[in-house]
């Protein structure tokens, strides 16, 4: 059984910093996608950024490129989401998601074979 859990999120003020991370367990992701969404609460979960297991590569939505940064840690099969800068229109619950075997990263969560159970990040003004 796959299984995906998320830790870091919290309370933060505009401007401040969050680390979450996102720990796979049960199989391997060498060579399948990581990716990071979000829903805030009235809205659709979108994609937030994506990392691929094989090249390394990332990818981040136009609304956190250059504050927030993928990395990954493959010896203990750990993805990150490092947010920086963070802005009360980033509160949401954050969740990561993986493609079984599949390299690209895509936008579209109907792509992701499995997923976390959330964690909250709430930016205060």
């Known amino acids: 059984q796959v299984q995906l859990v998320e830790s870091g999120g919290g309370l933060v003020q505009a401007g401040g910093s969050l680390r979450l991370s996102c720990a796979a367990s049960?199989?391997?992701?060498?060579?399948?996608?990581m990716g990071w969404f979000r829903q805030a609460p009235g809205k659709e979960r979108e994609f937030v950024g994506g990392?691929?297991?094989?090249?390394?590569?990332?990818y981040y939505a136009n609304s956190v490129k250059g504050r927030f940064t993928i990395s990954r840690d493959n010896a203990k099969n750990t993805v990150y989401l490092q947010m920086n800068s963070l802005k009360p229109e980033d509160t949401a619950v954050y969740y990561c998601?993986?493609?079984?075997?599949?390299?690209?990263?895509?936008?579209?969560?109907?792509?992701?074979?499995?997923w976390g159970q959330g964690t909250q990040v709430t930016v205060s003004s």
């Open positions: 990392v691929s297991w094989s090249n390394e590569r990332t």
């Open positions: 998601a993986a493609r079984r075997g599949v390299v690209v990263v895509t936008s579209g969560r109907g792509e992701y074979d499995y």
């Open positions: 049960g199989r391997t992701f060498s060579s399948g996608a």
